[in-house]
Nanobody, 123 residues
Framework: QVQLVESGGGLVQPGGSLRLSCAAS????????MAWYRQAPGKQRELVAR???????NYVDSVKGRFTISRDNAKNTVYLQMNSLKLEDTAVYYC?????????????????WGQGTQVTVSS
């Protein structure tokens, strides 16, 4: 079994910064793509940023130049550095990991989601 633990959310004023972390543990063989999604009240969940195991990154247009996704493969952890936060960045942020896990002697491709962490940008 694989567990994901998110941390780093909170309340911040417009223009402020936060750093989210998502650490995975368990019977992990390898992690392919790591990503951050967010869901604001009344809206659909959207992809914010993703990073491949080769280090290639993609961002939704609304966060380009403000957010940076990174990963530490040795720690099975993905980060999201969020700078110049805006009111519209308020949402619950979820990490998603596409990984290969060892289960019952088999290598299984699975997607895991974090529990979500609240980010509130307010003055």
């Amino acid at each position: 079994q694989v567990q994901l633990v998110e941390s780093g959310g909170g309340l911040v004023q417009p223009g402020g910064s936060l750093r989210l972390s998502c650490a995975a543990s368990g019977s992990i063989i390898s992690i392919n793509t790591m990503a951050w999604y967010r869901q604001a009240p009344g809206k659909q969940r959207e992809l914010v940023a993703r990073i491949t195991n080769g280090g290639s990154t993609n961002y939704v247009d609304s966060v380009k130049g403000r957010f940076t996704i990174s990963r530490d493969n040795a720690k099975n952890t993905v980060y999201l550095q969020m700078n110049s936060l805006k009111l519209e960045d308020t949402a619950v942020y979820y990490c998603k990991l596409e990984l290969i896990e060892l289960k019952s002697g088999l290598h299984l491709s699975r997607n895991y989601w974090g529990q979500g962490t609240q980010v509130t940008v307010s003055s």
